[in-house]
């Protein structure tokens, strides 16, 4: 009986199988990734019944547009091996594409997202082109259209500015290497505004400004970079991660390059507003010296000298004119007091003299000689009629009637 080694064995069944399976595509989902730190890329295909070891090694991981993902369903293209230390079979990947999608349009994508998420799309950080640059740098290559049309557009809007020309490869593997180069040197350089441009082309033509690495250059760049990458529909990283983009190398150069015959309408707007404003000027400060020359008047000696002349001579107005109004007031007083005084010393004249009418007729009442006589006396004491309730027992008093004066005293008195 002939009998095998382990290793022989293996090594029979690994040559049957990858003479038998040399290329292959299989469709399944990724799990249990491993990146390792050669460079090999390990991970599991799988479906919904069974699994599959497989590897991808550095050369060809190297080559890959787009991030494996766990649960990502991929097409493959690869060989079925033999590791035969473990006597495990596995597939050897060439290739790997994602199922029903372009890798290029999924490493896009994927690229998109995560510089996205690291803030390199923020506008807070983009910086602001310059008014008027004086020193541009044009990235791109030095033999396509694009170039021609930005010198073309320079040509015509702005004249008085330094261009220089940064050749570099636009498409292919070694593109975006080139790309980073120039612009890490330009950046040294003090240019106000860098331009990277290419024209159109399909997304593998793009591809170059599309790279992490591209992006980040920009991203670190100190000098403000403008996108100018394919037609207005294209949109590539370099784009998002700019700080302008323009939708084609010429808009580039209309966004970055002032118009001379703008700017010739700008300086005649310019002097006009400055011709106002001097007008304007003038004439404020000929209002405030004409304002300075009336203050000045107005308060020197002369016109104060003049203030308390006309001042004194209104007092003096006011006060003859209030002395001639009293004196008129008096005189219309006197005058009415002229009219009423006969008439009041007649009123006072009639008043006394029923005055003395009345006395003459409250004395003829008190004589004693009108009073009735039978009776009747009147007393009186110092000349004085007394009544009778004020003497006292002693008293002496007199009594007079119409013919009989009567000296008297008091003997008794009794009250009744």
Same mark, same amino acid.
């Given at each position: 009986?002939?009998?095998?080694?382990?290793?022989?064995?293996?090594?029979?069944?690994?040559?049957?199988?990858?003479?038998?399976?040399?290329?292959?595509?299989?469709?399944?989902?990724?799990?249990?990734?491993?990146?390792?730190?050669?460079?090999?890329?390990?991970?599991?295909?799988?479906?919904?019944?069974?699994?599959?070891?497989?590897?991808?090694?550095?050369?060809?991981?190297?080559?890959?547009?787009?991030?494996?993902?766990?649960?990502?369903?991929?097409?493959?293209?690869?060989?079925?091996?033999?590791?035969?230390?473990?006597?495990?079979?596995?597939?050897?990947?060439?290739?790997?594409?994602?199922?029903?999608?372009?890798?290029?349009?999924?490493?896009?994508?994927?690229?998109?997202?995560?510089?996205?998420?690291?803030?390199?799309?923020?506008?807070?950080?983009?910086?602001?082109?310059?008014?008027?640059?004086?020193?541009?740098?044009?990235?791109?290559?030095?033999?396509?259209?694009?170039?021609?049309?930005?010198?073309?557009?320079?040509?015509?809007?702005?004249?008085?500015?330094?261009?220089?020309?940064?050749?570099?490869?636009?498409?292919?593997?070694?593109?975006?290497?080139?790309?980073? *180069?120039?612009?890490?040197?330009?950046?040294?350089?003090?240019?106000?505004? =860098?331009?990277?441009?290419?024209?159109?082309?399909?997304?593998?033509?793009?591809?170059?400004?599309? +790279?992490?690495?591209?992006?980040?250059?920009?991203?670190?760049?100190?000098?403000?970079?403008?996108?100018?990458?394919?037609?207005?529909?294209?949109?590539?990283?370099?784009?998002?991660?700019?700080?302008?983009?323009?939708?084609?190398?010429?808009?580039?150069?209309?966004?970055?390059?002032?118009?001379?015959?703008?700017?010739?309408?700008?300086?005649?707007?310019?002097?006009?507003?400055?011709?106002?404003?001097?007008?304007?000027?003038?004439?404020?400060?000929?209002?405030? =010296?004409?304002?300075?020359?009336?203050?000045?008047?107005?308060?020197?000696?002369?016109?104060?000298?003049?203030?308390?002349?006309?001042?004194?001579?209104? =007092?003096?107005? *006011?006060?003859?004119?209030?002395?001639?109004?009293?004196?008129?007031?008096?005189?219309? +007083?006197?005058?009415?007091?002229?009219?009423?005084?006969?008439?009041?010393?007649?009123?006072?004249?009639?008043?006394?003299?029923?005055?003395?009418?009345?006395?003459?007729?409250? =004395?003829?009442? *008190?004589?004693?000689?009108?009073?009735?006589?039978?009776?009747?006396?009147?007393?009186?004491?110092?000349?004085?009629?007394?009544?009778?309730?004020?003497?006292?027992?002693?008293?002496?008093?007199?009594?007079?009637?119409?013919?009989?004066?009567?000296?008297?005293?008091?003997?008794?008195? +009794?009250?009744?």
């Amino acid at each position: 009986m002939f009998t095998l080694s382990v290793s022989g064995l293996n090594e029979q069944i690994k040559g049957l199988l990858e003479t038998s399976f040399t290329q292959v595509f299989v469709e399944g989902e990724l799990s249990r990734i491993t990146f390792h730190n050669s460079g090999h890329i390990y991970f599991t295909l799988k479906d919904s019944s069974s699994v599959i070891s497989c590897v991808m090694f550095r050369g060809n991981a190297s080559k890959l547009k787009f991030r494996l993902e766990e649960g990502m369903k991929v097409v493959l293209n690869a060989a079925l091996t033999l590791y035969k230390p473990r006597g495990s079979y596995q597939l050897n990947c060439f290739s790997i594409e994602p199922s029903g999608q372009g890798a290029l349009a999924l490493a896009y994508e994927q690229l998109k997202q995560k510089l996205s998420a690291q803030g390199y799309f923020s506008s807070e950080i983009k910086k602001q082109l310059p008014k008027f640059p004086s020193r541009i740098a044009l990235i791109t290559s030095a033999t396509g259209a694009a170039l021609q049309d930005m010198l073309r557009v320079a040509n015509s809007r702005y004249k008085n500015i330094e261009i220089d020309i940064y050749d570099v490869l636009v498409q292919g593997d070694s593109a975006s290497g080139a790309i980073v *180069n120039a612009v890490q040197l330009a950046d040294t350089r003090a240019y106000d505004i =860098l331009v990277l441009g290419r024209g159109g082309g399909s997304i593998e033509d793009l591809w170059a400004f599309n +790279e992490e690495r591209v992006a980040d250059v920009i991203f670190h760049a100190k000098t403000p970079i403008i996108s100018a990458v394919g037609h207005e529909i294209d949109w590539v990283i370099s784009d998002f991660v700019a700080d302008v983009r323009a939708a084609t190398p010429s808009a580039a150069m209309e966004i970055c390059l002032p118009d001379v015959n703008e700017l010739y309408q700008y300086i005649d707007s310019l002097s006009t507003q400055i011709e106002q404003l001097f007008k304007q000027k003038i004439h404020t400060k000929s209002q405030e =010296l004409e304002h300075l020359r009336n203050s000045f008047v107005q308060h020197s000696v002369e016109k104060k000298l003049q203030a308390r002349e006309d001042e004194i001579q209104q =007092l003096k107005e *006011n006060f003859f004119g209030a002395i001639s109004f009293n004196i008129k007031g008096y005189e219309r +007083e006197l005058q009415s007091l002229k009219q009423q005084l006969p008439q009041a010393i007649d009123r006072q004249l009639h008043f006394a003299e029923e005055q003395l009418l009345g006395v003459e007729k409250t =004395l003829q009442l *008190n004589n004693p000689k009108y009073k009735t006589k039978t009776g009747f006396a009147q007393l009186s004491k110092n000349s004085k009629v007394i009544d009778i309730d004020s003497l006292e027992v002693d008293s002496e008093f007199n009594l007079q009637s119409d013919t009989v004066f009567i000296k008297a005293k008091v003997i008794h008195k +009794e009250h009744i």
